[in-house]
C-alpha cells in the first residue's frame, strides 16, 4: 500500500483559492515536475484537489466541457452560480456532480462565509463524448459509503462510468474490507488501513483493502468496474 501525504504536496491556487493537487493524470495535465509526487489517476479519474476558499473567496467564472466535476464539501458551504442549477448551496458533507458534456457549463464557486471552508474537487472525463450536460446532488449516509459516481448507461442515480466513486462516512470502531485495486482519501479522523494507521490528509491506494476506523471518519474510496 503506497501513501501520499498532504502535507508533502506544494501549497497551490487561484484567485481566492488555496489548494494541495493530490491526484493529476499524466495523460490530461502533460508530464509532472520531478518533484510532483501527486499520484497518477485511476481509470478515468483524473484529478483530486484539496482546497480552502479565503473567506468569500471565489473561483470567478470558468468553464468545463467533456469533464465530469464532483465537489464534496468537508467544511463550511460554498454557493454555486453558473449555467447550471444557478444559486444552488452546497452544504457541509454535500456532494455535486455536474456532467459536462458536448455543451459544457460555466459555473463559479462562491464562498458566501466569512470564515474559511474546505471543499474537495475531483474531476473524471466521460466514457462518451457529446453527451448531455447534467448534475446531481447527494448527502452523506451514517455508517455506510454513498455512491455518488459510475454505473451502467442506464442509471438513474448517478452518471454512468465503468469509474466509481463513492464517499464513507463512518463511527468509531467500524471494519470494512475491499478486495480489487483501489484509491481512497482520507477526509476525517483516523483509520487502519491493512494494518497502518491514516489520518485526514492521507492519500493511499493498493491492492485489497480493510479497514477499521480509530475514530469517526470520512473517506473517499475510487476504483473500476468492468
Known amino acids: ?38 499520484f497518477d489517476g485511476m481509470g478515468n479519474f483524473v484529478y483530486l484537489s484539496d482546497a480552502n476558499f479565503v473567506p468569500n473567496g471565489e473561483t470567478g467564472m470558468h468553464p468545463h466541457k467533456e469533464i465530469d466535476v464532483i465537489s464534496f464539501m468537508v467544511n463550511g458551504r460554498v454557493l454555486h452560480k453558473g449555467t447550471m442549477e444557478d444559486g444552488k448551496i452546497l452544504d457541509e458533507h454535500e456532494i455535486q456532480v455536474q456532467r459536462g458534456g458536448g455543451t459544457g457549463f460555466l459555473h463559479n464557486e462562491i464562498n458566501p462565509d466569512s470564515t474559511e471552508n474546505r471543499m474537495i474537487q475531483m474531476w473524471c472525463l466521460p466514457e462518451i463524448s457529446g453527451q448531455n450536460d447534467g448534475y446531481k446532488k447527494y448527502t452523506l449516509k451514517e455508517n455506510s459509503f454513498t455512491q455518488i459516481y459510475g ?61 477499521e476506523t480509530i475514530e469517526d471518519s470520512h473517506i473517499i474510496l475510487i476504483h473500476t468496474k468492468e
Not at 469509474?163 to 482519501?185: C, D, P, R, V
Open 1 to 38: 500500500m503506497e501513501i501520499l501525504h498532504k502535507k508533502d504536496i506544494a501549497q497551490g491556487g487561484f484567485a481566492g483559492i488555496r489548494e494541495k493537487q493530490m491526484v493529476k493524470k499524466s495523460r490530461v495535465f502533460g508530464r509532472k515536475a520531478p518533484n510532483d509526487t501527486s
Open 151 to 211: 454505473g451502467t448507461k442506464d442509471a438513474v442515480d448517478t452518471f454512468n462510468s465503468h469509474t466509481y466513486i463513492e464517499i464513507g462516512s463512518f463511527s468509531k470502531g467500524k471494519n470494512f474490507s475491499f478486495e480489487q485495486s483501489y484509491m481512497a482519501y482520507i477526509t476525517k479522523g483516523k483509520i487502519l488501513a491493512n494494518g497502518k494507521e491514516v489520518q485526514d490528509g492521507d492519500l493511499i491506494r493498493g491492492e485489497n483493502l480493510k479497514l
